[in-house]
């Protein structure tokens, strides 16, 4: 086939139904920024009348090879194909399309796997047909002995859901795996450039959403500085209880006399900031929502500042600043977004913002993670969605590190491990992994600082911030069958 340069090629999308339901397909499909060529549906459900559809019956047991002859018939130079449930982001078919220039013969995508309830339950990203989205050349089909390039978008451009019948997704493959197996493949990969700003209006509701758990210590100052913010517009709080067993219900009300929206939501049922979490955004009236925590204390200009930043960014983090509510240890402060090096830039979850659809769209907080990542995950699911992740280094937080050892080696436990668990997940994307000299310098460093146990309290708790992670490495690497120590 010859391909010419001039502009990306025409794709067509077969939609594989075998269950009967092809409709959120479609509905997405034909709500794409670069439009179908032509859309196929192979299912044994009745035909629609809509004349943008062309509908190729078939029995379940059948589908698979409808598939690929539905592909053949059509025209096109590429053909995509879909789960009849699947929801393709609107830039699906720009990506694939701009990814299959020069004649390349395979391109996939990350999608993003929905629970039932509409929320994450994971991603799939990786360079085969596993759980990915794709597109082939047509001419390819049915060929053998041809070379071509297998190309993957990295990137999560695939709503689709977790309780997918395996007859649907064996359709859905057939075509490439035929390809795979009859086309030499040689691996690229084609990254997209970054979000464009979303230069939109102001919120017309903010939603402060925090969860908590025993905070009745603590609560009260958080509740005092959200009273005390410069914010000029509509705004309320929402204090998520997720399963307390102290006065923290008792604290909030006190409050409502300086906060007049504020709301108290039960989150009792399981423990877990990210369920707490969700259940904030699921009760939540605004159309801009923000996180903090339960024993942080917000600046005064803290919403002012994720608000005016949320007119450029889809997803928004504030800084956190130690040095007020834990003066000790200035050895520990946070990074800021712009410092940060590992991958991409990540809204820490104790001071982020984002739009309510965005967080609706990419599945909300990953309820998997405990105890750290989850906000990573969060961030790089918006970022690879082809969302913009922006910084508003004045929405300041007070931040409060754990100043018992045991509670601190616990959290830095729990981090090590949400990075082998990141790692496994997002490794295909360009996460990367510390190379062998940095791991045999951090653990013979650990081993050389055994002695610090016992020298002073301040050379124990490095010695213990550092050992509980790479601990947790171990830990986690274990779990997900991965290398990330």
Known sequence: MTVTPTGP???????????????????????????????????????????????VPCAPDTA??????AARALSTAYVAFLHGRDEPLPHWLRHLASAARDGVGLVTCGTLRLRPDDLVDGIDLTPGLDGAAYAVRRDLLGTTGRTAARVMVPRLLVRRRSDDLAATGSAARAAGAALMESVRLTAAMDVPAPAAPRRGRAPDLVSVVIPVRDGALTLPAQLRALAAQEYPGDWEVLVVDNGSTDATREVAEKARPDLPGLRIVDAGERAGEGYARNRGIAAARGDFIAFCDADDVADPGWLAALTA??????????????SVLSPAYADEQPMPMTGQTDFLPFARGAN??????????????????????EDMDLSWRAHLCGYRVG???????????????????RQKWNYGRSGARLYAAYRHAGFE??????????????????????????????????????????????????RYL
């Open 352 to 373: 982020c913002a984002a739009w309510k659809d965005v967080l609706t769209t990419i599945g909300g907080w990953d309820e998997q993670y405990r105890g750290g990542g």
């Open 309 to 322: 930043a949320a007119r450029d960014a889809d997803l928004v983090g504030g800084s956190l600043d130690s």
């Open 433 to 482: 992994r510390r190379d062998g000299r940095t791991v045999l310098m951090n653990w013979s460093w650990l081993l050389l600082h055994t002695p610090d146990l016992a020298r002073s309290p301040t050379l124990r708790r490095r010695w213990i911030r550092y050992g509980a992670r790479l601990s947790g490495f171990l830990a986690g690497s274990a779990e997900r069958g991965v």
């Open 391 to 409: 910084y508003a280094p004045d929405a300041r937080m007070h931040y409060r590190l754990r100043a018992e050892l045991t509670s601190l080696a």
């Open 9 to 55: 090629p025409s794709i067509g999308v077969v939609v594989s139904a075998p269950d009967g339901t092809w409709e959120p397909a479609v509905r997405s499909l034909l709500g794409q920024s670069a439009p179908p060529a032509a859309v196929t549906v192979v299912t044994p459900a009745d035909a629609s009348p809509d004349p943008r559809l062309r509908f």
């Open 64 to 69: 698979a090879e409808a598939c690929v002859e």
